[in-house]
């Protein structure tokens, strides 16, 4: 009887957690639809840390960070010893190149 209330506690849990991750997806799928491409000119008038759509492909002169990616951020756990497991964050994120078109 634990045993069932325990993996019903569980599964609750990870429904919940996917609908949260679901509903903050769709959020930021929703703010980029909201936003028009910028282009080249109007990208120069835009304020820092202003949330902006651009068109363009990474430049092959932006190196590579790890195998095909040019940033990333990967995370791991480990367990030892029956300690609780430790978070490990590793993550580069260099400047990324971007060729625009001038239209």
Do not use: C, W
Not at 55 to 83: D, L
Request: glycine share 6%; no cysteine; proline share 6%.
């Amino acid at each position: 009887m634990i045993g069932g209330l325990l993996l019903m506690l569980v599964g609750g849990l990870v429904a919940v957690t996917s609908v949260f991750q679901a509903y903050t997806a769709a959020q930021a799928s929703a703010q980029v639809e909201r936003l028009s491409p910028l282009t080249v000119a109007s990208l120069a008038d835009t304020r820092p840390e202003q949330t902006v759509l651009i068109e363009g492909h990474i430049s092959p002169s932006t190196p590579i960070q790890f195998q095909h990616f040019v940033a990333y951020i990967r995370e791991s756990k480990a367990n030892s010893g029956g300690r609780p497991p430790k978070r490990s964050h590793r993550h580069s994120v260099s400047t990324v190149l971007m060729e625009l078109s001038k239209s």
